[in-house]
């Protein structure tokens, strides 16, 4: 704990830090998840092909994937960017799978009344199918912010500045107190981002569980008495 | 006015849906597409709207070939009720009654103002405004459906099976409630059913359907007792037998009618 105390100015900043590397990770894993899903949905024939080349991505060794990039990418071994990159890498894996499921879970019949109201294609995407494909991408976002954060702390291995620079650190130094810290706040980071995503998305899609958030009027006992689920 | 020229469709798996359909459907009146399923019913209440679109033939409301119509455009013009009511889970009931008339750019506190009219029109309390659809029992889902597929106004209302999935008591009621809401607005209703009792409820005009898309008999529910076209319809409708073989007994001095199980159903007026 004395360690903790008189070092609390670097554990914070390597919190700062680590954030900046696993957010944008999280949300470019994201972002080009969800077209890459979308597609193996709406192309039977793609999706064998783009699932399982995006799985493979997980199966290349973490180290020699932050080393194999820089030269890819021209940017230092140490640039965060590199980084960022392969962990965007590892994310795609871990979510377009669910991003494909989440698409699948839109009922049909829903999709058909959104077109015979007279939606666009575009304007079904946006207005219909990717809000209610959401609360499975969520779950499948929960997964990689989880394994981002934690995979991040990798990067200390090469040098590059996180929360896993703790462990690499205390290790060398023998010094315990630092490297259960480093754990402690990778895994306490990972919960604090997995919380804000299940508040996010009960904000974005209070849909998904409205009954709880309500008492049932007076007219609704009738038909709640004879219901009986 | 809508008219079927010629019309087929079949499908990429080789399926002929419908099959060379010629059928008027005339305005301010309901028509009833009625067969069992396979028999193409709904492959042609979609081509109206341009959800199908026919392999040969023409579609024409008012006389104009639906083909060069815009399909988006299209759609937002014509009334749409769906079996399981096909509402949108993540918007309000409100939401869902003014979909179409946000999609066509109108201004959300109006579009708001009207469906709240459209849920009073369908008999519908408006403190669920502001539920989502799983909060309501299937019976005030469809009223919803129903709303949401006339809140534009619009000529032409298809209606796919939209009573289809709520038990019989909701059913019967949500038909009376049609028939009601058709005298008051007199739209171009095109209704489709496997349930030859509802469309003679409903139906002015009825149309039998048989398998392989083709039409077996378009005439009012009266004419089609009356004088089916061929044993398929006699079979379909039930004439020659069960509940619509009706017989007149003289019991006392009054004539008293029986149905095809034996039971008193009524007495003839005279």
């Known amino acids: 704990m004395t360690w903790l105390w008189s070092n609390l100015d670097l554990v914070g900043e390597l919190i700062l830090v680590h954030l900046a590397l696993s957010v944008p990770a999280i949300i470019l894993s994201l972002v080009i998840s969800v077209p890459i899903g979308w597609l193996a949905h709406r192309y039977r024939w793609s999706r064998g092909v783009l699932l399982s080349l995006c799985a493979l991505l997980y199966a290349i060794p973490s180290l020699a994937l932050f080393v194999a990039l820089p030269p890819i990418t021209g940017l230092g071994l140490r640039s965060p960017v590199n980084l960022v990159i392969a962990l965007t890498l590892y994310g795609i894996a871990v979510i377009v799978r669910t991003a494909a499921d989440a698409f699948d879970s839109v009922q049909p019949e829903v999709r058909q009344s959104a077109t015979a109201m007279g939606y666009s294609a575009a304007g079904r995407f946006w207005g219909v199918e990717l809000p209610l494909a959401g609360p499975v991408l969520l779950s499948g976002l929960r997964v990689v912010v989880v394994s981002t954060v934690s995979l991040a702390t990798v990067g200390a291995v090469i040098g590059v500045q996180s929360l896993g620079s703790l462990f690499t650190d205390g290790f060398q130094r023998g010094i315990q107190a630092e490297i259960i810290t480093g754990i402690v706040a990778t895994i306490l980071l990972a919960l604090a981002l997995d919380w804000l995503c299940v508040l996010t998305g009960r904000m974005l899609m209070p849909w998904s569980s409205p009954r709880r958030s309500r008492r049932p009027a007076l007219s609704d006992v009738r038909s709640i008495e004879a219901d009986p689920a | ?270």
């Open chain 2, 1 to 270: 006015m809508i008219e079927f020229r010629g019309v087929s469709k079949r499908f990429p798996d080789g399926t002929l849906a419908v099959a060379d359909v010629d059928i008027v459907i005339p305005p301010r009146k309901t028509t009833v597409l009625v067969g069992s399923s396979g028999s193409g019913k709904t492959t042609l209440l979609r081509m109206i709207n341009r959800m199908v679109d026919p392999t040969s033939g023409h579609v024409l409301i008012d006389g104009t070939d639906v083909a060069t119509r815009e399909p988006v455009a299209l759609r937002r013009s014509i009334g749409y009720v769906m079996q399981n009511s096909g509402l949108l889970p993540h918007r309000t009931v409100i939401d869902n009654v003014a979909t179409v008339p946000l999609l066509r750019g109108e201004r959300r506190r109006d579009a708001h103002a009207r469906a709240l009219e459209l849920l009073d029109t369908v008999g519908l309390d408006r403190s669920l405004a502001d539920r989502y659809p799983s909060q309501l029992s299937g019976g005030q889902q469809q009223r919803v459906g129903v709303a949401r597929g006339l809140a534009v106004d619009p000529n032409i209302l298809l209606m796919d099976e939209p009573f289809g999935a709520v038990d019989p008591i909701v059913r019967a009621e949500l038909q009376q409630e049609l028939l009601r809401l058709q005298g008051e607005l007199g739209k171009t209703v095109v209704f489709v059913t496997h349930d030859i009792d509802e469309a003679f409820l409903l139906g002015d005009q009825v149309v039998i359907m048989r398998h392989g898309g083709k039409i077996s008999q378009a005439a009012s529910p009266t004419e089609i007792l009356a004088n089916p076209a061929d044993d398929f319809v006699a079979e379909f409708v039930g004439a020659d037998r069960g509940k619509r073989a009706l017989h007149v007994t003289e019991v006392g001095g009054r004539r008293v009618v029986f149905d095809g199980d034996g039971r008193a159903a009524g007495v003839l007026a005279s």
